[in-house]
């Protein structure tokens, strides 16, 4: 395929995706250079490449995927998450940049010394991950209800060379034992059910990590209600949630006793991360 092949091509490319994707040349140029093989600097600077048949089919593919809604994060098995090139897929939920508020807010309220941090429902280990690339010096037990998801997050550790998380699967609490934590981090399901706001992409996404109860409050209330037991004290608990969902938090926080509750907004300047502060 000559250059002015793959002009034509990834042209024809980004029509399709116009009217299902907000970023629909980056798409196809990053769809392209996954079947090529190639830097998409060279698709931007127009240098001349080859693709065999087989490579046009799977593009064709690909695009007709993302045409139909598909996100872009799982068709090329990867999403840039804290700088980290992450794998993902259809069994965990895409990391967003929202996120990063919530690792920020826990490396805040990180100790220099060694302690324990857990992270709930880690799914491709995105925050713990992250939280183990800044701090060393300590030791994070994820946790996830999914072997699926658990999979995808030790593929992950392995290939950043992580070797301070430890992950475990169950429910929440439950692979915690009797330990007790320092940090207790997680970004749980959030959604309502029948909630208009879910994007098309969403669908694609594992529904058990997005909703969570006619209010979406269900993970988010147990997490409040069984966190201060295994915190140390004076432990810190932080959550991500949804924009409008601030004061329940409070609120959830409050009855499960903890004090000192600050939330944190978005670049948006919504709230979209809250902590806690386990009483004495």
Known sequence: MTLPDTAALLYQATSQLNKTSDTPALDAELLFCAISGIDRSAVTTGRSMTLTNRQREVFSTLI??????EPIAYLLRRKEFWSQDLLVSPEVLIPRPETELLVEQALEHLPEQPC?????????????????????????????????????????????GVRNVTFRQGDWFAPLADQHYRLIVSNPPYVRVGD??????????????LISGYDGLDALRMICAAARRY??????????????QKNAVHKLLSQGGFETIV????????????WGRRQK
């Open 116 to 160: 324990n941090v857990a992270d709930l429902g880690t799914g491709s280990g995105a925050i713990a991950l992250a939280i183990a690339t800044e701090r060393p010096n300590v030791q994070v037990t994820a946790t996830d209800i999914s072997q699926s998801a658990l999979e995808v997050a030790m593929k992950n550790a392995a290939r950043l």
């Open 263 to 274: 939330s944190s907004t978005d670049l948006a300047g919504k709230p979209r991360v809250t």
């Open 231 to 244: 915190l140390n004290s004076q432990g810190v608990l932080v959550l991500e949630h949804a924009c409008d």
């Open 196 to 209: 208009p706001r879910l994007e098309a992409g969403t669908l694609y996404e594992p529904v058990d990590a």
């Open 64 to 69: 007709k995927r993302r045409t139909a809604g």
